[in-house]
Each structure stands twice: as structure tokens, then as C-alpha cells.
């Protein structure tokens, strides 16, 4: 599943390392923590309609706002 994520996402392959990881807690809190270490954060969709897609969840909102910028 997350091959395939990046290959829909990336058309010449990622451009950094990915690892998967499994945690346990609020999605937004997991990822905000996450990303203190990662160079690129991706966040995906339900897949609703075009309308919906326009409209950011909450947890990219959350993401948006407090995520740690990538490390140089």
C-alpha cells in the first residue's frame, strides 16, 4: 500500500528515504512528532468528492500549524 502511494504520488520515485512506521494515538499529534525528523511529511485523503478535497481536514490543519520544518 505505501508503494503504491508513492508511486502514485512521485513519477520519478521518492525523493527521500520513506520508512514505514506504526504508532498508536492521535494522527496529527503522531505525525507533528514525526516530522521533528523527516525531511518530507505527506499527508493523503479519504478520496471524497472534488469538493470535499478542496476543504483541509483537521489534521492537516493541525499538521500545517505546528509541524517541524525539514532539517538541512
Known amino acids: 500500500m505505501q508503494a503504491d502511494a508513492i508511486i502514485r504520488a ?3 520515485g521518492c525523493p527521500v528515504p ?3 512506521r506504526l504508532t ?3 494522527p496529527a499529534t503522531e505525525l507533528i512528532t514525526v516530522s521533528e525528523n523527516a525531511q518530507l511529511l505527506v499527508l493523503g ?3 471524497h468528492g472534488e469538493f470535499a478535497s478542496l ?3 483537521s489534521v ?3 499538521c500545517i500549524a ?3 520544518p ?3
Open 55 to 57: 476543504i483541509l481536514g
Open 10 to 12: 512521485f513519477d520519478n
Open 60 to 62: 492537516s490543519l493541525e
Open 24 to 26: 498508536h494515538g492521535r
Open 18 to 20: 520513506a520508512r514505514q
Open 45 to 47: 485523503t479519504h478520496g
Open 66 to 68: 505546528h509541524a517541524h
Open 70 to 72: 525539514p532539517q538541512s
